[in-house]
């Protein structure tokens, strides 16, 4: 095993983020056991992603603190006055008081249950976005950490092709009407195998696919269809015992017995 492949392949940073299988965690668990280097990878990684979440972290909203003081100064100030009307005293009251001047009145009561309340709001509103916002940055990790793992493997399937000695890389350059399209057709000269990889043609129509096409002793012979909803940027089409050229036609979801010419992209000579 390639240790410094291994780590560069994503699936470290998958297994600190919880998106690796079973089966990922339970060979990296075995392997950073015996390698120090894996060990200290996976460390390095939880540290970034700790690094990450406290640089994220939103600060509580600075106008808390002012909501809650401007509470407190309206809840606090005296109420309006009005003109006092002489009364005669009465001899005795109507009923006993039963407020000790000791005892805090009820208004202080509700002043602290509006501040509290105030305040709960606040930070229940603080904690869901800090929350949301969590939410949302790690989705985009990994959205970013899958999309970085399939170019890896589309580049690696490329670069594995073109340093193989037995493969012949072959390009489709833009016939007339597509002069700036290209394609490679990558033949095993050994298994006879082809593998097809669309490099700028256009994304076709759903009814559509693009068809790869042999010329065997000058008639075309129908290689499959390049399914571009499958994420492979490379794919393996029919093999063919011999080729003086390939060509891409455009043609009806699923194929035709014979190209389209009107509709053909690229081509080229083996």
């Given amino acids: 095993m390639d240790i410094k492949e291994y780590i560069s392949s994503g699936i470290i940073e998958a297994y600190v983020m919880g998106l690796a299988s079973e089966e990922e965690i339970r060979i990296l668990d075995c392997v950073q056991k015996n390698n120090p280097e894996v060990k200290q990878a996976i460390l390095d990684a939880q540290n970034t992603l700790e690094d990450f979440a406290s640089q994220q972290a939103i600060a509580p909203p600075p106008a808390l603190k002012s909501a809650i003081w401007a509470k407190i100064s309206e809840e606090s100030q005296p109420e309006n006055l009005v ?85 012949k890389a072959i ?58 909803d499958a994420e492979a940027a490379v794919q393996k089409m029919i093999s063919v015992t011999s080729a003086q050229a390939f060509a891409i036609t455009l043609e009806k979801r699923g194929g035709s017995p014979t190209p389209t010419m009107e509709n053909m992209y690229v081509m080229g000579k083996v």
Avoid: C, R
């Avoid at 805090?104 to 929350?131: D, E, G, H, R, T």
């Avoid at 489709?172 to 195998?193: I, T």
């Avoid at 669309?198 to 129908?222: C, E, F, M, R, T």
């Fill in 83 to 167: 003109e006092e009307v002489p009364v005669k005293p009465m001899e005795a009251p109507l009923y006993p008081s039963s407020i000790e001047p000791n005892k805090v009145p009820l208004k202080w009561f509700a002043i602290a249950a509006s501040i509290l309340l105030v305040a709960s709001v606040a930070l229940n509103l603080y904690l869901n976005s800090n929350q949301n916002n969590f939410k949302n940055e790690l989705a985009s990790l990994k959205a970013a950490q899958k999309e970085n793992a399939l170019a890896y493997q589309n580049l690696k399937s490329k670069w594995d092709l073109v340093t193989n000695p037995t493969v």
């Fill in 171 to 228: 390009p489709l350059l833009g016939v007339e009407k597509h002069p700036d399209m290209k394609a490679m057709v990558y033949f095993e000269q050994n298994s006879k195998e082809v593998y097809l990889a669309l490099d700028n043609l256009p994304l076709a129509p759903k009814d559509q696919q693009y068809q790869l096409w042999a010329i065997v002793d000058g008639k075309p012979v129908s290689l499959g269809m390049f399914d571009q």
